[in-house]
């Protein structure tokens, strides 16, 4: 007994409080205890697993489990070292990039085509025509002598017009460049 209160004496001494409580964790119940010196020698003299708690308790750096641990539990062990992965950033950034640009031409070129078809239908619906087109048959653009847009029925071939294209009308009423 005289052992165990000088362990005891020896830890109270790096307290607060050193001559009257002890602060533990009681492992076995998962909840923080705070007694007296007196009530935890008594108890350690009655209970050999509650006196283990402080007098068998293993140091820090020991695992009860070593082979069970994701990295090295003793001084031999690999060093654990962190791997560079700045080559695989740079390289998947590259790949990403790629595909960005990819898509971003994609865009570029669909956009292009929009801005064709609109500016088309724009010509063609601002021409001078005295007829309702009818959607699938192909209609040809031209200038008059005047400088003026108009639409006909009148392939290229039967007239001298000044020929600008040939286009279609679909269902949506857009008129599409053939």
Do not use: C
């Not at 005891?8 to 119940?29: G, M, Q």
């Not at 192909?138 to 040939?166: M, Q, R, V």
């Amino acid at each position: 007994m005289e052992k165990e209160y000088n362990k005891y004496i020896e830890f109270s001494n790096k307290l607060e409080e050193p001559d009257f409580y002890y602060h533990i964790e009681d492992l076995n119940e998962n909840v923080v205890r705070v007694m007296t010196i007196d009530e935890f020698i008594s108890r350690s003299n009655q209970d050999e697993k509650f006196k283990n708690i402080w007098f068998d308790k293993k140091p820090d750096n020991v695992a009860d489990n070593p082979g069970l641990l994701p990295y090295g539990s003793n001084v031999g062990a690999p060093a654990i070292r962190i791997e560079n992965i700045d080559g695989w950033k740079q390289i998947n950034a590259q790949k990403v990039n790629k595909q960005f640009k990819v898509k971003y031409e994609e865009l570029k070129e669909e956009y292009q085509k929009l801005i064709e078809e609109f500016k088309w239908n724009e010509l063609v619906y601002s021409a001078k025509y005295n007829f309702e087109p009818i959607i699938g048959e192909p209609y040809h653009l031209y200038y008059n002598k005047n400088g003026d847009i108009f639409l006909s029925l009148i392939s290229p071939t039967e007239w001298k017009y000044d020929f600008i294209a040939t286009f279609q009308m679909d269902s949506n009423n857009k008129w599409n460049k053939i």
